[in-house]
């Protein structure tokens, strides 16, 4: 049977991690990785998490399995954190997800469950993995035109034009906030002319939230998924707790179905833990009950939220430096964008042979695309960064 397997195309992310690895250079700069990293090049445990851990550690009495769905109080906390009270309660149906590409992929297999025919629009670009998992489990994709190679923002134009030609039933995958792999946004005026369209259309909204806290802050971020989950007739929701609360390891997300329509709720959560048994049973528990643990507990809550503005600032500073050293060293102002764009990533917008001149004279790793990680700077690398994307003539 195993001589019938054949090779699977590498990752190209983890294949630039390797690179990186193994390059001999002291000099070099990792803007691939998709992990927060502190000014020291560490992922660090956040300190409301090593408190919650070491509660847990003296408290939890059991290791015995919470449920299908995971334990509800984690589901409520998080539906809290991230809805709010934008939908009520009664018309979300949730489970935990081993991380946020696990909630993304027992989404799609809800879509592929419920409607073989749909289509899956996703933005151009898109964050791999999902086209990676839609394509294996045999959804068609249509991509949606997304970020503008020349102004290095939002097509949005041309994201109306391509949503139109969708049909009812179709689903379009949007990410809440701090767009991955470029940064850019929409405004909330343009959010709301998305969910009109998809209402006009027939649409299913599928929101994929990873990075709630690292853009415009907490509630901010939420604002977006907030107004789509409550406008429109049913919404998929995709939530990590990778990046804001930095558990990576821990693989804890949840995957939300929202509906108009309450009386769906007992079928959509049956449903949903239907998926769970099939894929993998009983969802991870101690990520979530780290931030349950966090959620509910008014001093690790505050404690959390003040670290995670930390970051987030962090990472406002480091985008706002360097865009002014590439001002400063190119006497244009063409490189605003990277102050403009929100979240861990930025896409640069140079071409594929310029990237590679970064990695091989400059020992600058970022992906092909030229999306690379804000937070894999810090004071001292910005100016080294400027100076080689002048040099190779970005």
């Avoid at 195993?2 to 190209?12: G, T, V």
């Avoid at 919404?235 to 939300?256: D, H, P, Q």
């Avoid at 001093?299 to 003040?306: P, Q, V």
């Avoid at 030229?370 to 970005?394: C, F, H, Q, W, Y």
Wanted: hydrophobic content about 40%.
């Amino acid at each position: 049977m195993f001589e019938n397997l054949k090779p699977q195309p590498a990752d190209k992310i983890l294949a630039l991690m390797q690179m990186y690895r193994e390059d001999p250079r002291e000099q070099k700069i990792d803007l691939g990785v998709g992990v927060y990293k502190d000014a020291n090049g560490v992922t660090p445990v956040m300190r409301a998490v090593k408190a919650a851990e070491q509660r847990i550690w003296e408290e939890q009495d059991s290791k015995a399995y919470t449920g299908l769905a995971g334990d509800p109080v984690y589901a409520d906390a998080m539906i809290s954190l991230i809805l709010g009270t934008s939908v009520p309660r009664a018309n979300i149906a949730a489970v935990a997800t081993p991380g946020g590409t696990g909630a993304c992929r027992q989404a799609f297999e809800l879509i592929r469950m419920a409607n073989r025919s749909a289509r899956v629009f996703v933005s151009n670009p898109t964050w791999p993995n999902h086209i990676s998992i839609l394509n294996y489990l045999g959804i068609e994709t249509v991509a949606y035109r997304y970020f503008d190679e020349e102004t290095r923002g939002v097509d949005f134009d041309g994201m109306i034009e391509d949503l139109k030609t969708a049909k009812a039933g179709d689903v379009v995958l949007l990410h809440g906030c701090c767009h991955n792999p470029t940064g850019a946004n929409l405004n909330m005026v343009q959010w709301q002319e998305v969910v009109n369209l998809i209402n006009d259309r027939g649409l299913v909204a599928m929101i994929d939230i990873a990075y709630q806290g690292f853009g415009d802050g907490l509630n901010e971020d939420a604002q977006a998924t907030r107004l789509v989950a409550s406008s429109v007739k049913e919404c998929l929701i995709a939530a990590s707790c990778s990046k804001n609360f930095g558990v990576y390891r821990e693989r804890t997300g949840l995957l939300m179905a929202a509906s108009a329509d309450a009386g769906q709720t007992t079928l959509n959560q049956g449903t949903l833990a239907f998926l769970n048994r099939q894929n993998y049973s009983f969802p991870p528990d101690h990520g979530a009950r780290v931030v349950t643990t966090i959620l509910m507990d008014e001093g690790l809550r505050t404690d959390w939220m003040a670290e995670l503005e930390e970051v987030r600032l962090s990472m406002l500073g480091l985008r706002r430096q360097l865009a002014d050293e590439l001002q400063r060293l190119s006497g244009s102002d063409r490189f605003g964008f990277l102050a403009q764009h929100r979240g861990m990533f930025s896409r640069l917008g140079a071409a594929p042979e310029l990237v590679e001149k970064l990695r091989v004279e400059h020992g600058i790793y970022m992906v092909g695309d030229s999306r690379m990680n804000i937070a894999g700077l810090n004071e001292a690398t910005v100016p080294i960064l400027a100076k080689a994307i002048i040099d190779v003539g970005v």
